[in-house]
């Protein structure tokens, strides 16, 4: 009887806070009437809806590691682990969409993805709403204390601001109050099962996301240890026993997610944060304006409220809240949170559900406290705070929405303790509150830019006229493997918008071998400096004859095309090249080039030494010769020299290069190093016809990498234009490229008849002794490879891609297939831990009364 009142309780609890939900999303719903999409028009349309789709596609396709479409090839499984591969938020949706395209014959494209934005953002908030819910309600044991409670910790800034940009952050809002569940219950001398359940679920989900959570567990648990909530709880020693146990259990039942996961952060290349980390700063009005963390004015008022803190439960949650909002100030906090990186405000649904707490003993205590004068104190505490905040932060315009509800509110509120109205009154006013200021929060959110349906389907994203220029593309491609080198500017993951095998990606987590190949060793220019990403080849043919790309397709303004691009097709905005001479996915190199030797060569040495042969460690032959420009003078216009720093002192200025001529130059590369000084804007490089922008000074997103190669057009002059400011411009150097060696690798005859189809390929060779079987496919661990059925190694050549070398002349089957590095072993981890764990819980579950079970 008991169990089955309980469960009404929760149905009904469950159905009414999806309806709050409907209500706290009215504005986005309203506004999707009119071609508003709840999504940021940057990490939103960049990231977040192209990864949906391209995952479900993956995955409908039935590739679940692999894939040739993510960027040059790579492991999507584990790069994509930070956002949805294993999210459990994504995967009951791209189940349900499986059934239904399956059932109805529909094909789920990138508008039906942006179609489930909102009813994926209400559910979420919805189970985020219930699950504080039952955390609030083993703390406080008030239902209603623990419903409103619940209720304002889903609807806060933190939900709709993350949501919006980066959904999978919101995430954290439901596996929190989850895991402190678990947390609670082995304090309380219960059951270990839910958090060992909750934190092998959260480690699968989003093994990111698992690190701030967990570190916010054990902050916690540390504190539990010296604040008692119950008479009943375990000692510190039988609490750690129990956590190191549950810890252990999870990791077994999560590794086959999170090793993967953990192994491709780990391999990925970003440069560290290396700007100062202030100590104190005010960045954000927590009342007037919040952008993550609000502060509303009747949980300000608890903080003063002196007969609430006779509760040990409220003294409890009022330090944390208090103290996370002193830490919310605090930079080096937020780094912390994000494994000691820049620093980002991540981290605080603990403060939020700290505030949750605080209103639920208000609520649950209301007629102990209703009338203390005390009361007063923090009304004129607000005021205070708020002109404080007028005064040292002036750029934070106040919400006027959020001013005129708060002040209503406050009405209501003095009317409700004036005329002690019963608590149901208060209640409803913090709900009613709460649904009113999360439209107020969205509202405020669409003006720092918000996609809308004519964005999207506009040049500036996806238009009409692109997917149609890359189906014309689609259906002259000479074979699968061929690139399509175009992406709308600044959205590396057009090809997964779009459809297309391109040359592209933008994640925050990619692999890093490949980056260093893009950053450092070959130092391909990608039009734009920015981390996390990769983007064309720099106008290099040779690069892009070794990467397939066929067609290269640009903007009309462009004047920049690759040697030996002919222009196809016209279109209104946009103009296509192609050149069907590329070389295949796998070829035979009989040379091998010492890579050590290579190290301070130009990089078309390094170009030609992979055309003619393969870079291996231990490789024999010594660096290809290029031929090198004489520079024979340089001149500075709108500026000057001052040592090796070039001062611009003018809108714009140049330095003017004059060469040497030379005969049979196609494209002359040019090196140099150029960093700018101070710059705390942005700025473009133009050389010659060619351009391309790098970062301000104080970015937290330049790559740091200053070297830098630009592939122009042959000629007798060198023009170097840049905005105002002051660079550090030295070791220019120009090199001469005839395409005499990738002439010669387009003759040569290729005895590698082997294909590629994302994680597998397969074929027969027929070579010499000691030659390398080279491939365009990206390096990474889990590759492995077997000739004639006989297991032997993949090594990394040409700095970051697969090579296999054979050891025997003659021909050969050939056998290459891709698994995330250790991901066999630590799937049967995992299946047998969760064998033993579902039977031994379900044991454990039979010997306790059912009266009793929970």
């Known amino acids: 009887m008991f169990q089955k009142k309980r469960r009404r309780v929760n149905g009904v609890v469950l159905i009414s806070m999806l309806i709050i939900s409907l209500l706290a999303h009215l504005f986005y719903i309203i506004t999707w009437q009119q071609g508003t999409v709840m999504k940021g028009i940057n990490d939103g349309l960049s990231q977040m809806l192209p990864f949906k789709q391209f995952i479900y596609n993956q995955y409908a396709e039935g590739h679940f590691f692999y894939s040739a479409d993510f960027g040059l090839g790579g492991d999507f499984f584990s790069s994509l682990a930070y956002y949805f591969t294993t999210n459990l938020f994504f995967l009951p949706w791209v189940a349900i969409t499986w059934g239904f395209a399956t059932l109805f014959q529909f094909t789920p494209d990138f508008d039906y993805w942006m179609m489930l934005v909102l009813p994926m953002s209400i559910f979420k908030q919805t189970v985020i709403m219930f699950v504080a819910y039952i955390f609030l309600k083993q703390i406080l044991q008030s239902i209603r204390g623990a419903y409103v409670g619940a209720v304002f910790y889903a609807l806060s800034p933190f939900f709709f601001r993350h949501e919006m940009y980066w959904d999978i952050l919101t995430d954290a809002m439901f596996w929190l109050p989850l895991i402190l569940i678990g947390v609670e219950r082995i304090i309380r001398k219960q059951s270990l099962f839910v958090f060992t359940l909750s934190a092998a679920l959260m480690m699968i989900s989003n093994f990111y996301l698992s690190y701030v959570v967990l570190l916010t567990a054990v902050i916690y648990m540390i504190v539990r240890q010296f604040m008692h909530l119950t008479d009943n709880e375990r000692s510190t020693f039988e609490q750690l026993k129990r956590y190191i146990a549950s810890g252990i259990i999870s990791f077994a039942l999560a590794c086959f997610a999170f090793i993967p996961a953990a192994y491709g952060f780990i391999n990925n290349v970003r440069p560290p944060f290396q700007d100062p980390i202030k100590g104190f700063e005010i960045n954000d009005a927590i009342i007037m304006s919040p952008r993550v963390l609000w502060l509303p004015i009747f949980i300000f008022i608890l903080f003063f409220i002196k007969p609430l803190y006779r509760h040990r439960t409220f003294r409890f949650f009022a330090i944390f809240a208090g103290v996370g909002i002193i830490a919310h100030f605090i930079p080096y906090i937020g780094s912390i949170f994000n494994g000691f990186s820049a620093p980002q405000q991540r981290w605080e649904s603990i403060v939020i559900l700290s505030f949750a707490g605080m209103l639920g003993v208000a609520i649950k205590y209301f007629e102990e406290w209703r009338r203390d004068r005390t009361i007063v104190y923090g009304v004129i505490g607000f005021i205070a705070l708020w002109s404080l905040f007028i005064w040292l932060i002036p750029q934070y315009e106040s919400s006027v929405p959020l001013l005129i509800t708060t002040a209503i509110?406050?009405?209501?509120?003095?009317?409700?303790?004036?005329?002690?109205?019963?608590?149901?009154?208060?209640?409803?006013?913090?709900?009613?509150?709460?649904?009113i200021e999360a439209n107020i929060f969205s509202e405020d959110l669409t003006k720092t830019g918000v996609a809308t349906k004519s964005f999207i389907t506009s040049e500036a994203y996806h238009s009409n006229e692109q997917q149609q220029a890359v189906e014309w593309m689609q259906q002259r491609k000479v074979s699968k493997d061929a690139r399509i080198d175009w992406m709308v500017p600044y959205r590396n993951n057009t090809p997964m918008v779009q459809n297309f095998r391109g040359t592209s990606i933008y994640s925050s987590i990619l692999n890093g071998d490949l980056l260093l190949w893009y950053l450092r060793d070959l130092q391909i220019d990608m039009a734009r400096e920015s981390v996390s990403r990769y983007g064309t080849l720099g106008n290099r043919t040779n690069l892009m004859a070794m990467q397939q790309v066929q067609f290269y397709m640009r903007e009309k303004s462009n004047e920049a095309v690759p040697y030996n691009y002919r222009l196809v097709k016209v279109n209104e905005n946009t103009q296509i090249y192609e050149n069907d001479q590329y070389l295949p996915v796998f070829r035979i190199a009989t040379k091998t080039y010492r890579q050590s030797d290579l190290d301070d060569a130009p990089v078309l040495a390094k170009e030609h030494a992979m055309l003619d042969g393969v870079i291996m460690t231990d490789g024999k032959e010594k660096a290809p010769k290029v031929k090198k420009r004489k520079i024979l003078s340089n001149t500075v216009q709108g500026g000057h020299w001052d040592g090796e720093e070039l001062i611009i002192n003018q809108d714009k200025g140049r330095v003017a290069f004059s060469l040497a001529p030379i005969m049979g130059a196609k494209t002359m590369y040019v090196q140099m190093y150029i960093e700018g000084i101070r710059n705390y804007t942005g700025f473009t490089i133009e050389a010659n016809e060619y351009r391309t922008t790098r970062k301000k000074s104080n970015s937290i997103y330049r790559t740091n990498y200053n070297h830098i190669t630009l592939a122009i057009d042959a000629s007798n002059q060198l023009l170097i234009e840049l905005p105002k400011g002051t660079y550090r411009l030295k070791d220019v150097a120009i090199y001469d490229e005839d395409y005499t060696t990738l002439n010669a690798a387009y003759n040569k005859k290729n005895e590698a008849d082997v294909s590629w189809n994302h994680g597998e390929a397969?074929?027969?060779?027929?070579?010499?002794?000691?030659?390398?079987?080279?491939?365009?496919i990206p390096y990474e661990k889990g590759w492995h490879a077997k000739v004639d059925g006989k297991k032997v190694a993949v090594e990394k050549v040409n700095y970051a891609f697969v090579g296999v070398p054979m050891k025997v002349e003659g021909k050969h089957e050939v056998e290459l297939y891709y698994r995330p590095p250790y991901w066999p072993y630590a799937l049967w981890v995992s299946v047998i831990t969760w064998v033993i764990f579902l039977i031994y819980s379900w044991r454990q579950r039979q010997k306790i009364p059912k009266w009793q079970r929970r």
């Open 409 to 435: 509110w406050l009405v209501i509120f003095a009317i409700t303790q004036w005329y002690r109205a019963p608590l149901i009154w208060f209640s409803a006013s913090i709900l009613v509150f709460s649904i």
């Open 762 to 776: 397969k074929g027969e060779v027929n070579v010499k002794k000691d030659d390398v079987l080279v491939s365009s």
